[in-house]
Each structure stands twice: as structure tokens, then as C-alpha cells.
């Protein structure tokens, strides 16, 4: 049987990086492996375009703030589907496509849920608020449980939201790019300032703040420091407010991995303190820069690091700065920086994707 697997990502914008960047390397060893692919995303416009990674579909969509687009309209998808005739769904969106994964249900076609962030954790973030989040977000899990045949997490974090009981859970941490984020990109010089470097979208939710304030703690202990961002998003100017007269820099969105990844390997040490990361991306491409790496004691951030080649603190900005000068001290931290990030490979995670939408095709079939 050959696989026909149909990629579907709401709620994309310009910057959302760790889901592009996954859904594109898995899509990419989907195709290789010799399965049909298509994917399905928000657009401007209605467009059907032929690649060389199979067919990509953009479906017009508002935009709902920041210059994401979210498409509204279900049955649009599923029309592209009917067209396209799927052995199996790939859902990246936990709200609005739940009527397409009830169309695969009545189908027999076998869905997944590729749940890329907590829903809890990223509202309490955004809004700033805990209060009565944790019900809402319970009743719509309990209701994903039953409307997909497998949701696969990132993080045993992750996975923390879900009722294992319930739900057909399964764990498959992404990769990185090796070959593009490596130690040879840049050497750091070492002149006796702390090279930090940050990179992410500047919006609450990621906890830039965090970072920028722990740069501004440090800076103001006297140790030599300097911050570099790397990003866009809406609150650049509360970013700029908290740096004050800080040596702390920021450069705007990065276009090409090859250039980030040379940013990366440059610093010290990465800051990617967020505590409600689900899994990490930017923390895998640090590391396999060679780049050491400060993280929240939180999130599924913290289980990609070990003391041999990052710290973790809670997310206050005078504990962070203190694992920021510990860590500095580490001996061989370049070094068991890259061979941790060894450990997460695209070919591992596209093989454990493609050994679940080959059970759920045949389970579908038989």
C-alpha cells in the first residue's frame, strides 16, 4: 500500500517556526520515503501548487493578529481532501479542524493529532492568567481523545496534559539539523564577555521577556555581558523598555538557517527560558551549534539538556543569571552540547511518523 498522507497546519504565520520547521523536515522524509504527501495551510489566496515534496495547498484565511491566517472554513479542507484521497490525516490544530477529524472518523481514514504546544501553558502565558484555564482546556482534551486514533506529543510535558488513560498517546521527540546547525559555523572569541544569544518570536507566550531581563540582571551584577535577539513579533517595544541601557541587541527575524545557525554557534550560552516550551526546537539547534543552553526547570525545554551541557532554574531572572555563570564554568560544554543534540535526528522522528500512519492505513483498510 502506499501512503497517502495529508499534512494539516492551522494558525500559521510568517514566524511559526518550530511548527514549520517540523512539518516541512517530516514532509520532506514522508516523500522520500516514497509516500504521497499533501499539505494543507492557510494563504492569502486559494492556491494549488506542485512540488518536489508533494502538493501544497494554501486556503484562503483571515488574519487574526500578528500576521497569522487561520482558516475558518473546515469544508474547504475537506474538499482538497476528497480531491486528494487520503490513506491517513496529520492534524496540527487542536480547535478549529476538529471537523475534519470527525470527516476521516466517518471515512475510515486514521488521523493524528500532532499536538505541538499546551494549550494551558500557552494561554496562562498569553494572557497571564491560570484561573479557570485548566477546565476549559480539560473539556477539549477529552473531546480530542475521542475524535483522533493517535495524538502524538513531544515531551513527556506534553504529554502531561492529556489523559493517558484515554487517549492513544504516543511520544516522538523531533529532530534538528545537524548538518546545518554545527560548531564549525563560527568559533566565539573569547575577549571576557558573556555571549548570550536569544532567538525566537518576541511574543509573550515564547517568554522573551525572561530572557532579556535575565540579561539585564547579569549587566547589572557588573559581570561583562551581551545579548543578542534574533526574532520579530508584537512586543518588541516592551522588550526594548525592559533592556533599558543593557548591551543587549536585537536584530529582527533571521532569513536562512545558515545564517541563525552561525548566530547560534557564535554565543556563550542560549537563553530559551520559556517554562511552558512543549518541546524545544530552538534548544536542538543551539546545542548542535556547540552552544551550551539556560532553560526553565519547566516545560519539555528542560529534558533536552544535561548538567554536562546546560542549567536550568525557575523562570525568575535573578536564578537564571546565576545558571548563566555556572554553566560558563562547565568544562567541555561545547563539545557536550553538539553530542546531545546528536541524540535527535529527522531520520528517527520521519521513521516513527511513517511506522504510525502505516498501522493506522492498514488498521483503516483491514
Request: aromatic letters at 6%; glycine letters at 10%.
Given at each position: 500500500?502506499?501512503?497517502?498522507?495529508?499534512?494539516?497546519?492551522?494558525?500559521?504565520?510568517?514566524?511559526?517556526?518550530?511548527?514549520?520547521?517540523?512539518?516541512?523536515?517530516?514532509?520532506?522524509?514522508?516523500?522520500?520515503?516514497?509516500?504521497?504527501?499533501?499539505?494543507?495551510?492557510?494563504?492569502?489566496?486559494?492556491?494549488?501548487?506542485?512540488?518536489?515534496?508533494?502538493?501544497?495547498?494554501?486556503?484562503?484565511?483571515?488574519?487574526?493578529?500578528?500576521?497569522?491566517?487561520?482558516?475558518?472554513?473546515?469544508?474547504?479542507?475537506?474538499?482538497?481532501?476528497?480531491?486528494?484521497?487520503?490513506?491517513?490525516?496529520?492534524?496540527?490544530?487542536?480547535?478549529?479542524?476538529l471537523p475534519v477529524a470527525r470527516w476521516a472518523r466517518r471515512q475510515g481514514i486514521g488521523s493524528v493529532l500532532f499536538s505541538h504546544e499546551r494549550l494551558d501553558a500557552m494561554l496562562s502565558l498569553r494572557t497571564g492568567r491560570q484561573l479557570g484555564i485548566a477546565s476549559g482546556v480539560g473539556a477539549l482534551y477529552k473531546l480530542l481523545s475521542r475524535t483522533y486514533d493517535?495524538?502524538?506529543?513531544?515531551?513527556?510535558?506534553?504529554?502531561?496534559?492529556?489523559?493517558?488513560?484515554?487517549?492513544?498517546?504516543?511520544?516522538?521527540?523531533?529532530?534538528?539539523?545537524?548538518?546545518?546547525?554545527?560548531?564549525?559555523?563560527?568559533?566565539?572569541?573569547?575577549?571576557?564577555?558573556?555571549?548570550?544569544?536569544?532567538?525566537?518570536?518576541?511574543?509573550?507566550?515564547?517568554?522573551?521577556?525572561?530572557?532579556?531581563?535575565?540579561?539585564?540582571?547579569?549587566?547589572?551584577?557588573?559581570?561583562?555581558?551581551?545579548?543578542?535577539?534574533?526574532?520579530?513579533?508584537?512586543?518588541?517595544?516592551?522588550?526594548?523598555?525592559?533592556?533599558?541601557?543593557?548591551?543587549?541587541?536585537?536584530?529582527?527575524?533571521?532569513?536562512?538557517?545558515?545564517?541563525?545557525?552561525?548566530?547560534?554557534?557564535?554565543?556563550?550560552?542560549?537563553?530559551?527560558?520559556?517554562?511552558?516550551?512543549?518541546?524545544?526546537?530552538?534548544?536542538?539547534?543551539?546545542?548542535?551549534?556547540?552552544?551550551?543552553?539556560?532553560?526553565?526547570?519547566?516545560?519539555?525545554?528542560?529534558?533536552?539538556?544535561?548538567?554536562?551541557?546546560?542549567?536550568?532554574?525557575?523562570?525568575?531572572?535573578?536564578?537564571?543569571?546565576?545558571?548563566?555563570?555556572?554553566?560558563?564554568?562547565?568544562?567541555?560544554?561545547?563539545?557536550?552540547?553538539?553530542?546531545?543534540?546528536?541524540?535527535?535526528?529527522?531520520?528517527?522522528?520521519?521513521?516513527?511518523?511513517?511506522?504510525?500512519?502505516?498501522?493506522?492505513?492498514?488498521?483503516?483498510?483491514?
Amino acid at each position: 500500500m502506499t501512503l497517502r498522507i495529508a499534512q494539516l497546519a492551522n494558525f500559521v504565520g510568517p514566524t511559526s517556526g518550530g511548527m514549520r520547521t517540523a512539518i516541512e523536515h517530516l514532509g520532506r522524509g514522508y516523500t522520500e520515503a516514497g509516500a504521497d504527501r499533501i499539505l494543507i495551510t492557510p494563504g492569502e489566496r486559494d492556491s494549488v501548487t506542485q512540488t518536489e515534496v508533494g502538493t501544497i495547498v494554501r486556503i484562503k484565511a483571515p488574519k487574526v493578529g500578528g500576521g497569522y491566517r487561520l482558516i475558518t472554513d473546515p469544508w474547504k479542507v475537506i474538499e482538497a481532501l476528497e480531491r486528494f484521497g487520503p490513506t491517513t490525516v496529520e492534524i496540527s490544530d487542536k480547535s478549529t479542524l476538529l471537523p475534519v477529524a470527525r470527516w476521516a472518523r466517518r471515512q475510515g481514514i486514521g488521523s493524528v493529532l500532532f499536538s505541538h504546544e499546551r494549550l494551558d501553558a500557552m494561554l496562562s502565558l498569553r494572557t497571564g492568567r491560570q484561573l479557570g484555564i485548566a477546565s476549559g482546556v480539560g473539556a477539549l482534551y477529552k473531546l480530542l481523545s475521542r475524535t483522533y486514533d493517535a495524538v502524538v506529543v513531544t515531551s513527556r510535558y506534553a504529554a502531561a496534559e492529556f489523559d493517558e488513560v484515554t487517549t492513544p498517546l504516543i511520544r516522538i521527540p523531533l529532530g534538528v539539523d545537524l548538518d546545518t546547525f554545527h560548531p564549525s559555523r563560527a568559533v566565539p572569541v573569547d575577549d571576557g564577555i558573556i555571549k548570550l544569544v536569544h532567538a525566537g518570536r518576541l511574543s509573550r507566550e515564547k517568554s522573551p521577556h525572561l530572557a532579556v531581563a535575565t540579561a539585564v540582571e547579569l549587566h547589572r551584577r557588573g559581570v561583562p555581558v551581551r545579548l543578542d535577539v534574533y526574532g520579530s513579533g508584537p512586543h518588541l517595544d516592551e522588550l526594548l523598555a525592559i533592556a533599558g541601557s543593557a548591551p543587549i541587541f536585537f536584530h529582527g527575524y533571521v532569513d536562512g538557517r545558515v545564517a541563525l545557525a552561525r548566530h547560534l554557534a557564535e554565543a556563550d550560552v542560549a537563553l530559551s527560558v520559556c517554562p511552558g516550551e512543549t518541546f524545544g526546537l530552538a534548544v536542538l539547534e543551539a546545542l548542535a551549534a556547540g552552544t551550551p543552553v539556560v532553560t526553565a526547570n519547566t516545560g519539555g525545554a528542560r529534558e533536552l539538556v544535561d548538567s554536562s551541557c546546560g542549567r536550568w532554574a525557575p523562570a525568575k531572572a535573578g536564578e537564571l543569571a546565576d545558571a548563566v555563570l555556572e554553566l560558563v564554568q562547565q568544562p567541555g560544554r561545547r563539545a557536550a552540547a553538539r553530542k546531545r543534540a546528536e541524540l535527535y535526528d529527522w531520520d528517527t522522528c520521519v521513521q516513527r511518523m511513517l511506522n504510525l500512519h502505516t498501522r493506522l492505513s492498514m488498521r483503516a483498510a483491514a
